[in-house]
């Protein structure tokens, strides 16, 4: 399982740098602007649908039911599963999208209502959600993909995929901008193009497993059906951190033009480690977790959990740290420019400081949900998620007036925090996941370790001011010396205290 995690997670590094460089190209190109809150807005909306339906909901319901058709039926009856899910799942993304690109005003105005007051925004977001949102109808498809690949321990494609939207972006970014009326609306083509290419990609791989779809509509197929079943309840529950960040976009409409730009940044650089480590770990448990719920082994189950879990303390609490503390480095490094100013930097800062605290909350999220749906049980993180989504509302109202956008990322912190203790109590007292020995003490090594890093980087940082007027060059290869000396710091102080790799060794797939 060690090999799987690194493959996917190095594909989605790469996929994140690229992201970084996506971003740094939008900051320099057009600021935090009318227009980017514009089109934040516009691509928030299917990427939400995505994260819900395709990542969430769909991926989650589909793997544990077609690893079990994997390995208790033929190859004819999977073959014809994945027929009539296909056809299905295409079918009502047809007619999704459909209603979604007709409806655009009026998704937008449900999205961001504080557009409403604001003609020439809402026109540029509604012209450019019409481009984005058959993003939707294709990214889902390929999440169908993607899942059959990792349900044959294919992980390296799926987790590769997303590299295309970047490059997607970026060229039209640079190439397509200059060229039209309203340069911000080339970022909304390069959406719309990402996610073809995205679904063409992944047909050679499907055709190599004699598995590429034959679209069927069959609602009616007993897989379909049960995967119909367990979705219902997941379209909220597996995506509580991706409602916690739309009502951020919500609410900070009414707030100063900007606000949807600077959590939108923050929120990027939160993801980088999120998605290297967090998305990995839920990608690759989640087929191993739902072959032991098959097999009927509980003990393989409860070790996979536990695996999953040493990986989230190693690695979750040094990026929470050092996203933390080179907060304001790291965003005047990467997006600081002629129309990305200081004061954006320092706003920008707030908010991923306030994310960064829960870093290792969302990364639980991820690692612990799992361990109910390989379970087929889609109901419990549903009573979770309600719990925390009241919770992130009140808290929105609550600190979105002392502490303005910064707030609305402070809420989805707490909110998180609670949805990931209430996750791995539910799994304790079912007895699902019991604690292997020695995490009193891996526990002990890890904060020591990760409170060595924080002191090494605080000497380190200085001054946000220090950044800010700083040559670009200069920030750059400050940066990075910090970054590389945290995780020789790190490193040492973990070999120092005793911690070693087999501590994590895992002889699952």
Request: proline fraction near 5%.
């Given at each position: 399982?060690?090999?799987?995690?690194?493959?996917?997670?190095?594909?989605?590094?790469?996929?994140?740098?690229?992201?970084?460089?996506?971003?740094?190209?939008?900051?320099?190109?057009?600021?935090?602007?009318?227009?980017?809150?514009?089109?934040?807005?516009?691509?928030?909306?299917p990427n939400f649908l995505r994260r819900?339906?395709?990542?969430?909901?769909?991926?989650?319901?589909?793997?544990?039911?077609?690893?079990?058709?994997?390995?208790?039926?033929?190859?004819?009856?999977?073959?014809?599963?994945?027929?009539?899910?296909?056809?299905?799942?295409?079918?009502?993304?047809?007619?999704?999208?459909?209603?979604?690109?007709?409806?655009?005003?009026?998704?937008?105005?449900?999205?961001?209502?504080?557009?409403?007051?604001?003609?020439?925004?809402?026109?540029?977001?509604?012209?450019?959600?019409?481009?984005?949102?058959?993003?939707?109808?294709?990214?889902?498809?390929?999440?169908?993909?993607?899942?059959?690949?990792?349900?044959?321990?294919?992980?390296?494609?799926?987790?590769?995929?997303?590299?295309?939207?970047?490059?997607?972006?970026?060229?039209?970014?640079?190439?397509?901008?200059?060229?039209?009326?309203?340069?911000?609306?080339?970022?909304?083509?390069?959406?719309?193009?990402?996610?073809?290419?995205?679904?063409?990609?992944?047909?050679?791989?499907?055709?190599?497993?004699?598995?590429?779809?034959?679209?069927?509509?069959?609602?009616?197929?007993?897989?379909?059906?049960?995967?119909?079943?367990?979705?219902?309840?997941?379209?909220?529950?597996?995506?509580?951190?991706?409602?916690?960040?739309?009502?951020?976009?919500?609410?900070?409409?009414?707030?100063?033009?900007?606000?949807?730009?600077?959590?939108?940044?923050?929120?990027?650089?939160?993801?980088?480690?999120?998605?290297?480590?967090?998305?990995?770990?839920?990608?690759?448990?989640?087929?191993?977790?739902?072959?032991?719920?098959?097999?009927?082994?509980?003990?393989?189950?409860?070790?996979?959990?536990?695996?999953?879990?040493?990986?989230?303390?190693?690695?979750?609490?040094?990026?929470?740290?050092?996203?933390?503390?080179?907060?304001?480095?790291?965003?005047?490094?990467?997006?600081?420019?002629?129309?990305?100013?200081?004061?954006?930097?320092?706003?920008?800062?707030?908010?991923?400081?306030?994310?960064?605290?829960?870093?290792?909350?969302?990364?639980?999220?991820?690692?612990?949900?799992?361990?109910?749906?390989?379970?087929?049980?889609?109901?419990?993180?549903?009573?979770?998620?309600?719990?925390?989504?009241?919770?992130?509302?009140?808290?929105?109202?609550?600190?979105?007036f002392p502490l303005a956008h910064a707030?609305?990322?402070?809420?989805?912190?707490?909110?998180?925090?609670?949805?990931?203790?209430?996750?791995?109590?539910?799994?304790?007292?079912?007895?699902?996941?019991?604690?292997?020995?020695?995490?009193?003490?891996?526990?002990?090594?890890?904060?020591?370790?990760?409170?060595?890093?924080?002191?090494?980087?605080?000497?380190?940082?200085?001054?946000?001011?220090?950044?800010?007027?700083?040559?670009?060059?200069?920030?750059?290869?400050?940066?990075?010396?910090?970054?590389?000396?945290?995780?020789?710091?790190?490193?040492?102080?973990?070999?120092?205290?005793?911690?070693?790799?087999?501590?994590?060794?895992?002889?699952?797939?």
């Amino acid at each position: 399982m060690l090999k799987s995690l690194a493959k996917v997670g190095s594909n989605t590094m790469l996929s994140r740098v690229l992201g970084f460089v996506r971003d740094l190209v939008f900051a320099h190109m057009f600021g935090a602007s009318a227009g980017t809150d514009a089109f934040f807005v516009a691509f928030k909306i299917p990427n939400f649908l995505r994260r819900l339906f395709a990542e969430g909901a769909f991926s989650v319901a589909f793997v544990p039911v077609l690893t079990e058709y994997k390995e208790k039926r033929g190859f004819d009856e999977l073959r014809l599963f994945i027929d009539h899910v296909a056809g299905t799942l295409g079918a009502v993304l047809l007619m999704v999208t459909l209603l979604g690109v007709a409806g655009a005003p009026f998704l937008v105005i449900v999205f961001a209502p504080g557009f409403y007051g604001d003609p020439e925004k809402l026109t540029l977001a509604s012209d450019m959600l019409r481009l984005t949102f058959p993003y939707l109808f294709f990214i889902s498809l390929t999440a169908l993909a993607g899942g059959i690949l990792n349900a044959h321990n294919r992980f390296g494609i799926p987790a590769f995929t997303p590299v295309l939207l970047n490059l997607s972006m970026i060229g039209c970014a640079l190439w397509l901008s200059p060229l039209m009326d309203r340069p911000v609306v080339a970022l909304a083509w390069g959406v719309l193009l990402a996610g073809i290419a995205q679904l063409l990609f992944q047909g050679p791989f499907l055709h190599q497993l004699k598995l590429l779809p034959r679209f069927k509509f069959a609602p009616k197929d007993d897989g379909v059906r049960k995967i119909g079943r367990l979705m219902l309840p997941a379209l909220f529950g597996v995506s509580v951190t991706q409602l916690n960040l739309l009502l951020d976009t919500l609410i900070a409409s009414f707030l100063v033009t900007g606000s949807i730009s600077w959590l939108y940044y923050s929120d990027r650089l939160m993801e980088f480690p999120l998605g290297v480590l967090g998305v990995a770990l839920g990608t690759v448990i989640l087929p191993s977790l739902s072959r032991n719920h098959a097999t009927e082994s509980t003990e393989g189950f409860s070790r996979t959990i536990d695996w999953a879990l040493r990986w989230a303390l190693l690695l979750g609490v040094p990026a929470a740290v050092g996203l933390f503390i080179l907060s304001g480095p790291m965003i005047a490094t990467l997006f600081q420019s002629n129309v990305f100013l200081e004061t954006d930097v320092a706003m920008a800062q707030r908010s991923l400081m306030a994310y960064s605290l829960g870093l290792v909350p969302f990364i639980l999220i991820k690692v612990l949900a799992p361990g109910y749906y390989a379970r087929q049980d889609t109901r419990t993180p549903v009573r979770i998620a309600v719990v925390a989504m009241v919770t992130n509302m009140v808290l929105n109202i609550v600190l979105v007036f002392p502490l303005a956008h910064a707030g609305l990322a402070l809420a989805t912190t707490l909110s998180a925090t609670l949805n990931a203790f209430l996750l791995f109590r539910g799994l304790r007292r079912e007895g699902v996941y019991v604690a292997q020995s020695g995490w009193r003490l891996l526990l002990l090594r890890g904060v020591a370790a990760s409170t060595l890093l924080a002191l090494a980087l605080y000497w380190g940082a200085g001054t946000l001011s220090e950044w800010t007027a700083a040559p670009t060059a200069d920030r750059v290869w400050r940066l990075l010396a910090l970054v590389a000396g945290g995780v020789l710091v790190y490193a040492a102080a973990l070999l120092s205290f005793g911690i070693r790799l087999r501590h994590f060794r895992n002889s699952e797939v």
